[in-house]
């Protein structure tokens, strides 16, 4: 049995990222922040995906893909069963964090109860008052 993620729990394409950023629930946490948003069509089958969002301004290639990976590994020991699309953009603070720390972090923030929760976004035209 492989532990992989499979293609279809995987959020890779860029007008899904831009989608869930859009409209997703935003929760910052200590090493990360969250992007969560509920997919109707997959509610049925309860299907998750998940991606990583790991910039430069972490570090260099070796750098995010330790994240990218610990990021998995985390989403894999906690999958939410709700049909939900997850991205996790990791703070310079994850990579010196340790594992229970991270574990915790995630899981306070995917389950909505920790975290200042943005809710989401919405645009607002501050000149037309």
Not at 16 to 36: L, P, S
Not at 54 to 81: C, D, I, Q, W, Y
Request: charged fraction near 35%; aromatic fraction near 6%; glycine fraction near 10%.
């Amino acid at each position: 049995m492989t532990e992989r993620l499979e293609p279809h729990e995987r959020v890779r394409r860029r007008a899904d990222f831009e989608h869930i950023y859009a409209h997703g629930a935003k929760r910052h946490g200590r090493f990360m922040t969250m992007f969560v948003l509920a997919r109707e069509a997959a509610a049925e089958s309860g299907l998750s995906r998940f991606g990583v969002a790991a910039t430069r301004k972490l570090g260099g290639a070796v750098v995010r893909n330790r994240a990218k990976r610990v990021s998995r590994e985390l989403f894999r020991r906690h999958k939410p069963g709700a049909g939900l699309d997850v991205i996790v953009v990791p703070r310079r603070e994850f990579l010196s964090a340790d594992f229970p720390s991270l574990e915790r972090d995630y899981v306070v923030l995917l389950s909505g109860r920790g975290g200042r929760d943005a809710g989401p976004r919405r645009r607002t035209d501050r000149g037309a008052r």
